[in-house]
């Protein structure tokens, strides 16, 4: 059973097969360089299992046995993601409008092959076919992201490059980088050096703090464009400040300092809105940032704040809204916002008020759908799961993070004004690579079909089969994803 996460919008394979053999090549027409390197993307990953050379060539025409890929005009439905894959016994051809598409079009042709294709030590004597067919498949949302908590604890530049892989292999194509909290300030910011010195030395429990250089922000944003991923960086403002409290005397109403912060509580931090130094904080560093940033938007939080008198947050938010705009980006914040006045093209992340939510999308605001009762990833499983947190009042078992639909669960939102799926992954519990896998997979895998496949014909009983079958892929990755027992994995 061929078993595609997320699963394509249009498909059908019958019993012929093509097989790969050490003669076949990898035909790229055109002269994209972009085309070029997602062909070498994907002879990347199918030479250690197979052993195969795998050429990547350009200029000649694909014979039997080869793999093609080409960007093509006649199919413009196709979109800036959308893709065709065409398999006969002679050969295998991808098409898009748009490389993004291509690029997409080979991550399923990587869950075609039988899953020992992932293993990266030579599988010999297994036959690396794929069913012969047609697949023909767009995204439902546009936005498809996920966030990853670096203020509680830190995650060095190969851990996020290692994620973003695993994101890509599921079409994800937004990363939402939480960069500073209570507990950390994790991005160095020039004009303000000691954010990052003082304001990054630490982590919660006291766990050993870190930052990224300019240089390594820079690395992660073009290693995720590569993979066309958007990074997308949140500074997260006026609460949820104590690093940068802890770092200037002068961003502190009574120019005191608090000391750095390792517990887990939220809502007693804000930055003083009504002292100019404040924006003049905001505007270095959103400046320094949104240079090194070449996606649309920047996440400025908004969330919990509780120590910020509402009419302090609402001229807050509004200034900083400008602040964004001079810099060329489109502001983001948490559902907060909704309760200021916002430019039509701002942006709105739903997490838990879904009222405050209605507010922002009645404003005109896009909506980005991250319940946090369905798509906290730093929720438990259940009772016993060691890690996590379970403020919600319930557990997020694999199926709670698949079974629900953004349109039915954001009442008083419009469809139309729902941008798509971002699950989270905050880390006040969570500070190694092991907790990090066991608490996305798989529960990011059904996220990513949420956030790509058709809303019609989703359904757990199917999902759970591919997912049983998708398990092995992962475990080729080297992934420690959490074995639900409510999937036979294989
Ligand atoms: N809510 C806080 C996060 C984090 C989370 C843990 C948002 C927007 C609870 N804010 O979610 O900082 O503490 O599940």
């Known amino acids: 059973?061929?078993?595609?996460?997320?699963?394509?919008?249009?498909?059908?394979?019958?019993?012929?097969?093509?097989?790969?053999?050490s003669e076949t090549r990898i035909i790229v027409s055109g002269d994209s360089a972009e085309v070029f390197w997602i062909a070498s993307f994907l002879a990347a990953r199918l030479r250690p299992a197979t052993g195969f050379a795998l050429p990547v060539l350009g200029g000649i025409e694909p014979g039997a046995g080869d793999i093609s890929l080409a960007l093509t005009a006649d199919d413009p439905q196709l979109g800036p993601e959308g893709y065709r894959l065409l398999a006969t016994p002679e050969q295998v051809s991808?098409?898009?409008?748009?490389?993004?598409?291509?690029?997409?079009?080979?991550?399923t042709l990587r869950q075609m092959f039988p899953a020992e294709i992932e293993s990266a030590a030579e599988q010999p004597g297994l036959d690396w076919w794929v069913p012969c067919g047609t697949v023909r498949d767009v995204p439902r949302y546009a936005w498809r992201g996920m966030m990853l908590d670096l203020g509680r604890h830190f995650f060095g530049v190969e851990t996020v490059k290692r994620l973003i892989d695993l994101l890509a292999f599921h079409k994800i194509n937004t990363l939402h980088l939480h960069l500073s909290d209570d507990q950390g300030w994790r991005i160095m910011i020039e004009s303000w050096p000691w954010l990052a010195l003082h304001g990054g030395s630490t982590a919660t429990n006291g766990d050993p703090g870190g930052f990224y250089t300019q240089d390594q922000y820079r690395e992660i944003v073009a290693y995720a464009a590569q993979r066309y991923i958007?990074?997308?960086?949140?500074?997260?403002?006026?609460?949820?400040?104590?690093?940068?409290?802890?770092?200037?005397?002068?961003?502190n109403v009574n120019d005191i300092s608090p000391s750095l912060y390792t517990g887990i509580k939220v809502g007693f931090s804000s930055l003083a809105v009504h002292k100019e130094i404040t924006y003049q904080f905001v505007d270095d560093v959103i400046r320094e940032i949104a240079a090194m940033t070449p996606g649309a938007y920047f996440h400025i939080g908004g969330d919990e704040t509780l120590s910020t008198p509402e009419e302090d947050y609402i001229y807050f938010i509004e200034r900083v809204q400008e602040i964004v705009r001079k810099h060329g980006k489109r502001m983001i914040g948490w559902e907060e916002?909704?309760?200021?006045?916002?430019?039509?093209?701002?942006?709105?992340?739903?997490?838990?008020?879904?009222?405050?939510?209605?507010?922002?999308?009645?404003?005109?605001?896009?909506?980005?759908?991250?319940?946090?009762?369905?798509?906290?990833?730093?929720?438990?499983?259940?009772?016993?799961?060691?890690?996590?947190l379970q403020w919600t009042g319930s557990y997020t078992e694999v199926r709670d993070a698949y079974e629900?639909?953004?349109?039915?669960?954001?009442?008083?939102?419009?469809?139309?004004?729902?941008?798509?799926?971002?699950?989270?992954?905050?880390t006040e519990?969570?500070?190694?690579?092991?907790n990090l896998d066991f608490m996305v997979f798989p529960r990011l895998c059904?996220?990513?079909e949420i956030g790509w496949s058709p809303r019609a014909g989703r359904d757990w009983e199917s999902y759970r089969l591919r997912l049983a079958e998708?398990?092995?892929?992962?475990?080729?990755?080297?992934?420690?994803?959490?074995r639900s027992e409510q999937v036979d994995w294989q």
Do not use: C
């Open 230 to 251: 958007t990074i997308v960086p949140e500074i997260d403002m006026p609460g949820h400040t104590n690093a940068a409290l802890a770092s200037y005397e002068a961003l």
């Open 94 to 107: 991808l098409r898009a409008s748009a490389a993004a598409g291509l690029f997409y079009a080979s991550q």
């Open 404 to 426: 629900w639909e953004p349109v039915e669960l954001l009442e008083g939102v419009p469809p139309e004004a729902i941008l798509g799926v971002e699950s989270a992954l905050w």
């Open 470 to 482: 998708h398990g092995k892929r992962l475990a080729g990755l080297g992934v420690r994803f959490y």
């Open 337 to 388: 916002i909704g309760k200021t006045r916002l430019s039509p093209d701002t942006v709105a992340q739903h997490w838990w008020n879904k009222d405050v939510t209605a507010k922002a999308a009645a404003q005109g605001a896009g909506i980005i759908a991250s319940p946090a009762a369905r798509a906290y990833m730093d929720m438990k499983y259940h009772d016993h799961t060691t890690i996590g």
């Open 446 to 448: 059904g996220y990513a």
């Open 1 to 21: 059973m061929t078993a595609i996460i997320p699963i394509p919008a249009q498909f059908q394979f019958d019993e012929r097969r093509f097989s790969l053999s």
């Open 429 to 434: 519990t969570i500070f190694t690579q092991g």
